[in-house]
C-alpha cells in the first residue's frame, strides 16, 4: 500500500457513523411496514419490530454514548460527543413521526377495512363502553394506586419502559392541601391490549364477524377522572421512561457470577434514563415536569400519536385469527438424517438451513445422544436458548441418565440473563456441569459434541459428532431467523470443537486448532489473512474474489484490509443486514467493494465468508460478525464447509440468491444512503428467501 493511500485510511471520515447506520436499517424495515404489497398484520408487526429495536438501540447506544460524554452524571460540552447525540436524536425523532404516521394513517384504517378494530374511547358505542367501565371497575381498578405527590409521597420510582400515567389536578385534595402534580403506575399484571367479546365486535356492513380491541392505556385514560373524587383533572399523558439497560458486575471482584447477576437484573429496572415517551397532546408543562425528574434534556422527549409502546401491540396480532391479514403458511423441510442419525454422519455431513429446513435435525441429535447407551459425553454451549426449550430438557434428560453433560451457560446474554440463569439451576441439579465462559468475554460460539465410544473389547474407541452453527440454539427464533449448521463426524473437526470445550473450561491456552478459527485469539488475524490473500492473487493478475455475509460490519482493522483489497483489484462484495461503517464505491479507495441489505420475511443472521482463493473456494461459516466486540470481546467460532458439496450448497443458498436479490435488497452509497433495488424495465422481481421457501420448503397444504 503507498504512504500516501496509508495516510488516506486515516483521515476522518473514512468510515460511516455506527449508530446513523444502525438507524437506518431499521428505516429499512420500517419500508416494509409502508409497503402495500405485505399483508397488513404483518406491517403492523414490522412497526411492532422496529418498536422494539429502537428500544434497544436506546437502552444501549444511546445510553454508551451519553456516558461517554457526561462527566460525574451530568453532560460534559464534548463538542464531537454533543454533535453526533444531536444527529442521533434528530434521525430518531423523524424515525417515530413517520412510524406513527403509517400506523394512524394506512395499517389501522386498513385493518378496520377487515373488520379488527383498535377502539379509541371516541369511538366506542354504548354497549362498548359499558362493558369497558365495567371491566375497569372489576380488574383495573383494584390494582390501581394513584400517588399525590407532595413531601410525604415524592415522585415514585418508575420501571424501564413501564407504561406510566402523569395527571394535573385543580382544587384541593381531602386535606386541604394543593398537591397539584397525580403518578399512575399501570399494573404490570395486566395485559395492554383487551379484546372485547365477540357481540360488541360485529360489523355493521353485515360482513364476516369482526375483532376489537382496547388498549389499556386508553381504559384508563377513560376513567382516570374516577380516581380523583372531588377533584377536576385538568390534563394527563401516558408517559414511559427507558433506560440504560446493560448490566455491570465487577468481573475482578464477583466470586459467584451467577448470583451477582441474579441482583443486578433487578437493578436493570432503574438505571440512567436515556428517553421519555409522552402523549401527543401532553402539556408542556406536564413534559417538562417529566423532563426534571428524570434528568433530560428537551431532545430525550418523544411525543407520540398513539400507545407509548407500540411493541405491545403484538398482542393484538397474535389475538386476531385471521390467515388471510398474514404471510402465507411456510412449512420448513427437512433433512434427510434417517432413522440412526450417528450412522448417516459416519458416511456423511448435514448441511442445515434455517428456517427453510427445520431446526428439528437439531434437537434429534441431541435427544438421540441423550438415550443411546453409546453416548458417554455432550458438551454444548449456550448463548439464547428461550425460556421453554426442548434442546435444554434433552440436556437434562442426559445428565440424569448418567452421561458427562457440559453447558457452557453465556449469563450475560443480553436480555436472555434470567432465562439462561433457570436453565443453569436446573441443569446442575440434574447433575450436568455447568460453567460460565471466560470472565470478561461473553461466549457466543455455536457449537455441540456429543462423544460416543463405539466398537467392542480392543477395537473400542472414542468417536466425536459435532453440531456447529452460525445461530442460537433457540428454537422459536430458528423458525424466523436465517441461519446455517453443520453437524459432522470428521475427526479432526470434532477434535477442534473438543479442543474449544476443554479451553473454555479450563481456562488453558487453546492448542493449535486444524480447522476453526477462535476469536479473541486468532480470528480477525485469520480473516485479515484471508483477505489479503486475495490481493495478493489479484497483484499477481489472477481473479480475487471474496462475499462476506454478516449481520453488521464495524471493525475499522477489517474494513482497512478491504479498502486495501479493492485497491488491488479485488471484487468484493458484503451482504450486511444491519450496521455497515464501511464506505463502498469511493474512487481510489473502495471501488470494486458494493454493500447490500436483504429485508425480508425471516431475520437475516447468517454469517458466511466467501475467499476464491485461487480457485480454492475457502466456505467458512460463522458465530462472528465483524465487530471488534465479536473478534475480540467474545469467544466466537469460524469453521470451514469441507465437504465440496456442501460448499456449493453454501453458495447456492446462502450467497448467489442474495446477491441475485433485486425485490427485498438495498444498496449502500458511499454517503451512507440506502437504495432500494428495483427488477430492470420489465426484468422478474427476484426474492432470495422467496426462492428458498420454494426450493427447499414443504407445501403447507
Given at each position: 500500500m503507498k504512504p500516501e493511500t496509508r495516510a488516506e485510511a486515516n483521515r476522518p471520515g473514512l468510515f460511516l457513523d455506527r449508530e446513523l447506520s444502525q438507524l437506518a436499517f431499521n428505516r429499512r424495515v420500517m419500508a416494509q411496514a409502508e409497503d402495500a404489497a405485505i399483508p397488513v398484520l404483518e406491517r403492523l408487526r414490522y412497526l411492532c419490530i422496529v418498536s422494539s429495536n429502537l428500544d434497544e438501540f436506546f437502552e444501549v447506544r444511546v445510553a454508551s454514548l451519553l456516558a461517554a460524554a457526561s462527566v460525574d452524571g451530568k453532560l460534559s460540552e464534548h463538542p464531537a460527543l454533543t454533535a453526533n447525540l444531536n444527529r442521533v436524536a434528530a434521525e430518531c425523532h423523524v424515525m417515530v413521526a413517520r412510524q406513527y404516521e403509517i400506523l394512524n394513517t394506512e395499517v389501522l384504517p386498513l385493518l378496520k377495512e377487515h373488520g379488527v378494530h383498535l377502539l379509541r374511547h371516541n369511538e366506542r358505542n354504548e354497549a362498548q363502553r359499558a362493558w369497558v367501565k365495567d371491566y375497569f371497575e372489576r380488574e383495573v381498578r383494584p390494582l390501581l394506586t394513584p400517588i399525590g405527590l407532595d413531601p410525604a409521597h415524592p415522585f415514585p420510582q418508575v420501571v424501564n419502559k413501564s407504561l406510566n400515567f402523569i395527571v394535573a389536578l385543580s382544587g384541593k385534595d381531602a386535606f386541604g392541601r394543593?398537591?397539584?402534580?397525580?403518578?399512575?403506575?399501570?399494573?404490570?399484571?395486566?395485559?395492554?391490549?383487551?379484546?372485547?367479546?365477540?357481540?360488541?365486535?360485529?360489523?355493521?356492513?353485515?360482513?364476516?364477524?369482526?375483532?376489537?380491541?382496547?388498549?389499556?392505556?386508553?381504559?384508563?385514560?377513560?376513567?382516570?377522572?374516577?380516581?380523583?373524587?372531588?377533584?377536576?383533572?385538568?390534563?394527563?399523558?401516558?408517559?414511559?421512561?427507558?433506560?440504560?439497560?446493560?448490566?455491570?458486575?465487577?468481573?475482578d471482584e464477583v466470586k459467584n457470577?451467577?448470583?451477582?447477576?441474579?441482583?443486578?437484573?433487578?437493578?436493570?429496572?432503574?438505571?440512567?434514563?436515556?428517553?421519555?415517551?409522552?402523549?401527543?397532546?401532553?402539556?408542556?408543562?406536564?413534559?417538562?415536569?417529566?423532563?426534571?425528574?428524570?434528568?433530560?434534556?428537551?431532545?430525550?422527549?418523544?411525543?407520540?400519536?398513539?400507545?407509548?409502546?407500540?411493541?405491545?401491540?403484538?398482542?393484538?396480532?397474535?389475538y386476531t385469527k385471521l390467515p388471510e391479514l398474514r404471510f402465507p403458511p411456510f412449512v420448513p423441510g427437512m433433512a434427510t438424517a434417517g432413522s440412526d442419525i450417528f450412522a448417516t454422519l459416519r458416511k456423511q455431513d448435514i448441511l442445515l438451513h434455517h428456517p427453510f429446513q427445520s431446526f428439528q435435525t437439531v434437537i434429534d441429535f441431541i435427544r438421540s445422544a441423550a438415550t443411546d447407551p453409546c453416548v458417554v459425553a455432550i458438551k454444548q454451549t449456550v448463548y439464547r436458548t428461550g425460556m421453554n426449550s426442548d434442546l435444554m430438557e434433552a440436556l437434562i434428560l442426559a445428565a440424569r441418565l448418567g452421561k458427562e453433560v457440559t453447558v457452557i451457560v453465556e449469563l450475560m446474554a443480553r436480555f436472555d440473563e434470567e432465562a439462561n440463569i433457570n436453565w443453569a439451576d436446573k441443569l446442575e441439579q440434574a447433575g450436568a456441569q455447568v460453567v460460565y465462559g471466560v470472565v470478561g468475554l461473553k461466549t457466543h460460539a455455536k457449537i455441540a459434541l456429543v462423544i460416543?465410544?463405539?466398537g467392542t473389547g480392543s477395537s473400542a474407541a472414542l468417536r466425536y459428532y459435532a453440531h456447529l452453527g452460525t445461530g442460537n440454539y433457540h428454537p422459536t427464533t430458528t423458525?424466523?431467523?436465517?441461519?446455517?449448521?453443520?453437524?459432522?463426524?470428521?475427526?479432526?473437526?470434532?477434535?477442534?470443537?473438543?479442543?474449544?470445550?476443554?479451553?473454555?473450561?479450563?481456562?488453558?491456552?487453546?492448542?493449535?486448532?486444524?480447522?476453526?478459527?477462535?476469536?479473541?485469539?486468532?480470528?480477525?488475524?485469520?480473516?485479515?489473512?484471508?483477505?489479503?490473500?486475495?490481493?495478493?492473487?489479484?497483484?499477481?493478475?489472477?481473479?480475487?474474489?471474496?462475499?462476506?455475509?454478516?449481520?453488521?460490519?464495524?471493525?475499522?482493522?477489517?474494513?482497512?484490509?478491504?479498502?486495501?483489497?479493492?485497491?488491488?483489484?479485488?471484487?468484493?462484495?458484503?451482504?450486511?443486514?444491519?450496521?455497515?461503517?464501511?464506505?463502498?464505491?469511493?474512487?481510489?479507495?473502495?471501488?470494486?467493494?458494493?454493500?447490500?441489505?436483504?429485508?425480508?420475511?425471516?431475520?437475516?443472521?447468517?454469517?458466511?465468508?466467501y475467499f476464491r482463493n485461487d480457485l480454492a473456494h475457502d466456505v467458512y461459516l460463522a458465530s462472528a460478525d465483524w465487530m471488534s466486540r465479536n473478534l475480540f470481546r467474545r469467544i466466537e467460532v469460524a469453521f470451514p464447509v469441507l465437504d465440496r458439496a456442501l460448499k456449493r450448497r453454501v453458495m447456492a443458498e446462502g450467497l448467489n440468491p442474495y446477491l441475485k436479490d433485486n425485490a427485498n435488497a438495498w444498496e449502500l452509497e458511499p454517503d451512507g444512503h440506502y437504495h432500494r433495488r428495483k427488477p430492470r424495465g420489465k426484468g422478474t422481481p427476484y426474492g432470495a428467501q422467496q426462492h428458498l421457501m420454494a426450493s427447499l420448503g414443504t407445501s403447507a397444504d
Open positions: 394543593g398537591t397539584a402534580i397525580a403518578i399512575i403506575k399501570a399494573p404490570r399484571v395486566l395485559p395492554r391490549v383487551i379484546q372485547l367479546p365477540a357481540e360488541l365486535s360485529d360489523r355493521a356492513d353485515g360482513a364476516a364477524p369482526g375483532v376489537s380491541f382496547c388498549l389499556l392505556s386508553s381504559i384508563i385514560h377513560a376513567h382516570i377522572s374516577d380516581l380523583f373524587a372531588g377533584r377536576e383533572v385538568m390534563a394527563y399523558s401516558q408517559f414511559r421512561v427507558t433506560r440504560d439497560s446493560d448490566l455491570w458486575v465487577d468481573e457470577l451467577r448470583q451477582a447477576l441474579k441482583g443486578e437484573l433487578q437493578g436493570r429496572q432503574f438505571g440512567r434514563s436515556v428517553r421519555i415517551e409522552v402523549a401527543k397532546n401532553c402539556p408542556p408543562e406536564l413534559s417538562q415536569f417529566l423532563l426534571d425528574q428524570f434528568d433530560l434534556d428537551p431532545t430525550r422527549l418523544y411525543q407520540v400519536d398513539g400507545p407509548v409502546n407500540m411493541v405491545r401491540l403484538n398482542e393484538m396480532i397474535e460416543r465410544r463405539e423458525k424466523f431467523y436465517t441461519d446455517f449448521g453443520l453437524l459432522t463426524s470428521q475427526p479432526e473437526m470434532g477434535r477442534d470443537v473438543n479442543e474449544v470445550f476443554m479451553h473454555l473450561t479450563s481456562l488453558a491456552k487453546p492448542h493449535k486448532l486444524t480447522h476453526l478459527w477462535l476469536a479473541p485469539f486468532a480470528l480477525q488475524d485469520q480473516i485479515i489473512k484471508a483477505i489479503r490473500n486475495e490481493a495478493k492473487i489479484a497483484k499477481g493478475g489472477k481473479a480475487g474474489r471474496i462475499i462476506v455475509k454478516v449481520n453488521a460490519m464495524v471493525d475499522e482493522s477489517v474494513i482497512r484490509a478491504l479498502y486495501e483489497a479493492s485497491q488491488a483489484g479485488v471484487k468484493i462484495d458484503l451482504i450486511v443486514r444491519g450496521a455497515c461503517t464501511l464506505r463502498p464505491g469511493v474512487t481510489g479507495l473502495s471501488d470494486n467493494i458494493r454493500v447490500r441489505s436483504i429485508i425480508g420475511r425471516f431475520l437475516e443472521h447468517s454469517r458466511i465468508y
